[in-house]
């Protein structure tokens, strides 16, 4: 497996949810934690995860993963282990008390790559050292992507 490929995969995995977001705007737009505020006073995620969102970039991961050789079932893991690393985030940003679209680097990033790539690791040899330079690109290209979204799209312009 190329090194571009599993990039592209992260971004599809990762990016879904943001796009879906533009297209169907509060369509559909249920928050995953219902909404539900912790003894902080902060919501468990926040109302831009939704269900919406977690099952569009499972979907779609899964169906782009087989133009790179996954099965659907591979896919769709990797899609999950995305947002599982993306729901993580937001919960550590959330008991920060950062509000919803709060772009926190790193935190934003490591998680919502590493937590997949770890998977396909699981399913084949995949060298560290390829892991540290796929995340490294994916974290960099994720904040130039964040900053020209948020640019032409401030609306959208959240986590």
């Keep these: 497996m190329d090194l571009i490929s599993l990039l592209l995969l992260l971004l599809v995995a990762n990016g879904t949810p943001v796009i879906t977001a533009f297209l169907l705007k509060d369509r559909f737009n249920w928050p995953l934690d219902g909404r539900l505020r912790l003894p902080d006073g902060n919501p468990l995620f926040g109302s831009s995860k939704t269900i919406r969102g ?3 970039a499972i979907l779609t991961t899964a169906l782009i993963a087989l133009l790179f050789g ?3 079932i591979t896919g769709a893991l990797f899609g999950f282990w995305a947002m599982v690393g993306d729901l993580v985030s937001s919960f550590i940003k959330r008991r920060f ?3 919803a679209g709060a772009n926190v680097p790193g935190l934003d990033h490591i998680p919502e790559a590493f937590f997949p790539l770890c998977f396909l690791r699981s399913q084949m040899t995949i060298p560290w050292l390829d892991l540290a330079v796929i995340l490294l690109a994916f974290a960099l290209l994720d904040l130039f992507l964040w900053y020209l979204w948020g640019r032409l ?5 959240s986590r």
Excluded: C, D, T
Excluded at 153 to 157: I, L, M, S, T
């Design 54 to 56: 977690i099952a569009a």
């Design 70 to 72: 996954f099965s659907l």
């Design 97 to 99: 008390g950062l509000p």
């Design 153 to 157: 799209y401030p609306r959208f312009h």
